[in-house]
Antibody, heavy 121, light 107 residues
Framework: QVQLQESGPGLVKPSETLSLTCTVS????????WSWIRQPAGKGLEWIGR???????NYNPSLKSRVTMSVDTSKNQFSLKLSSVTAADTAVYYC???????????????WGQGTLVTVSS | SSELTQDPAVSVALGQTVRITCQGD??????ASWYQQKPGQAPVLVIY???NRPSGIPDRFSGSSSGNTASLTITGAQAEDEADYYC??????????FGGGTKLTVL
């Protein structure tokens, strides 16, 4: 079955760019949507954005000015860059596959295990 | 508005039935999906679409929807069902929305 694994630095300095990669195994990354979701400690889930394997993207309006997502189908990976980070961006970051079979039905499955990113000097 | 609202906490006696709700205007047009999250773990999909369970999810979990409210029902709650539950849907712009989460306690 498809499995996802996040990777990247666990510590990022304020004002710098957070960079994470999600590696997809057990299946092809092609012809699916993929998302990033984050969760600050003790808080709820926040959708960051999604990317299709063509490169088409949708970002959370509240983060749009700082987010860039990309996909590398040759490596079965997709990536997240979040610029100008502050302590408020400290969170567990998850990647997930988006299932979007119809206009009215959409869900995330499976999810990666998550990776903690701390923003601190 | 583009928001999903959940009760912060709900409790249920062992073996009883509990309903967790999610309210939002987008739910009039789009189905909700539901996720279970236990401490230190990634969320797990439990309900999607009209009322579908992924493989491996017990049939005591079910979903329903009416108007602007989606519900997750656990019929015969077990101790292992104690967790945080999140609803998710989309808005008309294609953005995803998460509810604030409901902490379920099984007494």
């Amino acid at each position: 079955q498809v499995q996802l694994q996040e990777s990247g630095p666990g510590l990022v300095k304020p004002s710098e760019t957070l960079s994470l990669t999600c590696t997809v195994s057990g299946g092809s990354i092609s012809s699916y949507y993929w998302s990033w979701i984050r969760q600050p400690a003790g808080k709820g889930l926040e959708w960051i954005g999604r990317i299709y394997t063509s490169g088409s993207t949708n970002y959370n309006p509240s983060l749009k000015s700082r987010v860039t997502m990309s996909v590398d189908t040759s490596k079965n990976q997709f990536s997240l860059k979040l610029s100008s980070v502050t302590a408020a961006d400290t969170a567990v970051y998850y990647c997930a596959r988006v299932r979007y079979p119809t206009y009215s039905s959409i869900w995330f499955d499976p999810w990666g295990q998550g990776t903690l990113v701390t923003v601190s000097s | 508005s583009s928001e999903l609202t959940q009760d912060p906490a709900v409790s249920v006696a062992l073996g009883q039935t509990v309903r967790i709700t999610c309210q939002g205007d987008s739910l009039r047009s789009y189905y909700a999906s539901w996720y279970q999250q236990k401490p230190g773990q990634a969320p797990v999909l439990v309900i999607y679409g009209k009322n579908n369970r992924p493989s491996g999810i017990p049939d005591r979990f079910s979903g329903s929807s009416s108007g602007n409210t989606a519900s997750l029902t656990i019929t015969g709650a077990q101790a292992e069902d104690e967790a945080d539950y999140y609803c998710n849907s989309r808005d008309s712009s294609g953005n995803h929305l998460f509810g604030g989460g409901t902490k379920l306690t099984v007494l």
